[in-house]
C-alpha cells in the first residue's frame, strides 16, 4: 500500500484550502481534484469539480433532478466517475501525487470512486485526501488501514497542519527541489 494522509475537519475549516495549497506547492507533481462551492444569489447551490489541470463540471446542485441525493443536492455521479476519477487515475503513478478532496458522502456514493480510491491507495503515488469527519462505514475502514495518517484540522492549527501535510509530502517525492525546506509564511 501507498502511504496515505488524511485530512479531517468540520465543514468550513479549510480542509478544501489546504489541499489546493499543497498542490500549489507541488506544481506538476501532483494530480487529482478539488471540489468548491457553486454559489447563485450569495447562497450555496452546489459544487463544482475541479481537476488540477483544470477541468470543471457541476457535480452537485440543487435543482439537479438527479436519481442520487445528499441532502438537497441532486449529484451527478458520472461527473466524479468521468473526470474526477481518470484525473485521480493519471496522476497514481512513480514520482507524482494524487490529491483528491474530497472523501464525502456525496464520493461515497459511487462505488466506482471507493474502488479507485483503494487502488490508488494500492498503487505507487502517495495519496493526500480530505474526509468527513463523522462515521462513515466506509470510509472508517479506511481510516484504519496500515499507512495511513490522519490529521485533523481546525482553526486554530491551519498553519501547522499545512507544514506537517507539506513535509509528509516532500519525504514521499523526495527528488522534488526544496522538498526539506520549510513552508514559507
Keep these: 500500500m501507498a502511504d496515505v494522509l488524511l485530512i479531517s475537519g468540520r465543514p468550513g475549516v479549510g480542509k478544501t484550502t489546504l489541499l489546493k495549497r499543497l498542490a500549489h506547492l507541488f506544481p506538476g507533481r501532483a494530480g487529482g481534484f478539488y471540489t468548491e462551492e457553486l454559489r447563485e444569489g450569495g447562497h450555496r447551490a452546489g459544487f463544482v469539480l475541479v481537476t488540477l489541470s483544470g477541468q ?7 435543482d439537479l433532478p438527479a436519481k442520487c441525493r445528499v441532502g438537497r443536492y441532486g449529484v451527478l455521479l458520472e461527473v466524479l466517475e468521468e ?4 484525473a485521480m487515475r493519471e496522476s497514481a503513478v512513480p514520482g507524482r501525487a494524487v490529491l483528491v478532496d474530497e472523501v464525502g458522502k ?3 456514493l459511487s462505488a466506482t470512486f471507493r474502488e479507485t480510491l483503494e487502488e490508488v491507495a494500492s498503487g505507487p503515488a502517495p495519496l493526500v485526501a480530505t474526509i468527513l469527519a463523522g462515521p462513515h462505514p466506509w470510509a472508517d ?9 490522519e490529521l485533523v484540522l481546525t482553526p486554530a492549527n491551519r ?3 499545512l507544514e506537517q501535510a507539506r513535509a509528509w509530502l516532500a519525504r514521499r517525492l523526495p527528488d522534488w527541489p526544496g522538498a526539506f525546506d520549510r513552508l514559507a509564511r
Design 56 to 62: 470543471r463540471a457541476v457535480f452537485a446542485h440543487v
Design 83 to 86: 473526470v474526477g476519477i481518470p
Design 106 to 108: 456525496m464520493e461515497l
Design 141 to 149: 475502514r479506511f481510516r484504519r488501514q496500515p499507512r495511513v495518517t
Design 159 to 161: 498553519d501547522e497542519v
